[in-house]
């Protein structure tokens, strides 16, 4: 029961730190008006796919996804899931390397990044390491300390809103289906993880609904806390929307000047939080396909990322990559749950047949 | 035994990694925080940037005034880092005052704010105004009063509310977002330093985009910002025959749109104390005269700003249900002038 409790919290977090820094640059380019619409398609979406992936994992209880796909054979298992390494290292290494520009930003402007860079990845290895009870167990500790800071910020944010800076508008026609950013949008909802957790606790779909509404609303803040105090034709200029919306919070009484800090202290717990959980997911996947020591794969595949995170040169670069490492998850987002509900319900219907003879 | 030695030599490692993110911090009292920024420019088509200093030492100087010129304002301000004797830390201003020469030029301005907004130093919550002098004056001349603080100058745009309430106090941010805004103008402060006081509220510039378009009194933009629904709070008015102040005030705005053409019909709720009255003046006549005083300041201003095409009280964000997206940013042009307001203002004695 706890166990899903922890599971709940990293999802939570997980979608928190992807979605703080471009979710809402990627909203506002997609559409002008009703920006809750595409929220709530994407969330829909996404949900359906949870459902698909949760229902492909209960064809086969005591597995994970790894597990599964070995076996489908091990070919199988290499084909999938090494891409899918791939595209985990270079999202942490993207993940963590926007979130430290965004930090400097806020409250180390004359600190280098790489120190940054180094204490960001040295603690999410360490726990990484330590495995997956210590993950769960500062999911907790992490959630307890970052959702007081969401519910502050979007508290304090308030006395700057304007209500009219929004159109709540209807009529947006849903050509932004086919835009080719709607399927990156997509790639921002990680819920692959689950599947990797699997083979002690059975996930229930009811559980995983409530943590779904609760991402949901944080998104919609994520993206309406900027519209509400900028409206549209500003945010789009801005480069961070949400560190400006924060930036523009003057409470004088307050003993903290700036609310921006407290945005910059959220977002170090969120970072290192999912970027323990992306690693720990590469270790387990390499230790079961290639039988070598997990920690050594999480090491390695994590000074790969780092050297990665150092070389990206601009920002510019850095955000056009790490669209395109969410796209690729988007990708995998779709292709694993379909995959592993297709072999169940296959291989399930199979079993009943060998069965009736 | 052996375990725990290496547990301690771990946290003992750990501490030395963890103290030497301190090597690039200079210590408070080595850093030099300015409250206020002046920005003007200069014959030769060179910027001026005037710091307002506080002094914490010396008893007969609150303050000291550095300026340093450059091409650009990052340049100017890279000087006066240059040659100052303490490191100097950006992120402490409060104001910043412009002169008029780059304020009333639309594109100076515009360079100004973006370059405000996108500066990670300066805080973006740090407010702004305009000055018709010498902002090195404007700055300076807190020294010459006797027994102000170094703060003053920010002090004065925020007395807190009931005290003042026709101070505009506008945020850069405000002011960046009027630059794309299409449906809502801003009002920036204009300042002057006093003979007695240290500064001198003028009026406000109405700003439509970044370029002037008109400067308003301090009662008329009260009116301003009753409308765009701060409160009124504080406010005394005197009717000749009676002083009254304002304890109160509320407007609701009922935006339609017939055949196109948009009408407003906006309800203003004062509430108010009478202060002092001539002998035999009833409470009537107070009423009436205060109605009719503020009906026919709203029209002159609404017939000012409809001229300018300059929607200073932001009518047009009433009218985000009716007019699409698209069309909004006609809303100055085409919309704005036709607007019909039906402005009523209903007196109650408290």
Partial sequence: MTQRIQIEAVFIIIHLSFGYVVYPNLIYMLTKTAHWEVIICQALLQLMLIWVYIKGLHYFPTHNVIDIYLKMGRWAAI????????????????????HTEVIISIFL??????????????ISIYTALKGLGTILRSAIFIFLFVIPLVVLNIFSSVINFNIHNVTPGLNLPPKFLVDIKFFYLLGFSSFLFLGFMTSKTKLIFRQLFGAWVIVTLLFLSVVYIPLFIFGQDTV???????????????ISWFSFNRQAIFFGVLLVGLVILTN?????????????IFKWHSSYWIIACAFIAFIFALVVPNKYLLEKYFLWSSGAQAFF????????FIYGSWSNRGVRGHEEK | ???????????????????????????????????VLGISKEQGGQYKVTLQIPVLKNESQVSKVVTGKGESITSALGKIRTNSENAVDYTQIRLIVVQNNLAHN?????????????????????????????????????????????????DFFNKGADWAPEIFSTPVWEVYRSLFSSTKDIAVPVIRSGKNTVLIFEGSDILKKGELMDRFRPEEIQLIRVLQNKNEKGKIESLGFASIMVSNSSIRLTPSLKNNKPSLSSNLNIKINVLERNDGVTNKKIIEELERVIEKRFFQVLKRMQESHADIFGFGQEFQQFISYNELKNWRDEYFPELKVNFEVEVNME
Wanted: hydrophobic letters at 50%; charged letters at 20%.
């Fill in chain 1, 79 to 98: 084909v999938f899931l090494t891409p899918f390494v791939i595209n985990l290292i270079a999202l942490a290494s993207l993940n963590i390397r926007i």
């Fill in chain 1, 109 to 122: 402007p004359r600190t280098p990044y790489w120190a940054i860079l180094m204490l960001l990845f040295f």
């Fill in chain 1, 236 to 250: 789009v200029t801005l480069k961070n929307p949400f560190l400006e919306a924060m930036d523009s919070i003057d």
């Fill in chain 1, 276 to 288: 323990s959980v992306l690693f720990w997911m590469i270790g387990t996947i390499m230790q079961k």
């Fill in chain 1, 333 to 340: 987002m779709i292709i694993i749950p379909i995959t592993i």
């Fill in chain 2, 1 to 35: 035994m052996k375990k725990n030695r290496l547990f301690k030599l771990s946290i003992v490692c750990m501490t030395i990694i963890l103290l030497s993110g301190c090597w690039d911090i200079k210590d408070i009292n080595k850093r030099t925080i300015p409250l």
């Fill in chain 2, 106 to 154: 639309q594109k100076e301005l515009s360079a100004i704010v973006k370059f405000l907004m996108g500066s990670e130093e300066i805080p973006s919550r740090s407010l702004i105004a305009i000055t018709d002098e010498n902002v090195e004056d404007v700055l300076s001349s807190i020294n010459d009063k006797l027994g102000v603080h170094a703060s003053s100058i920010y």
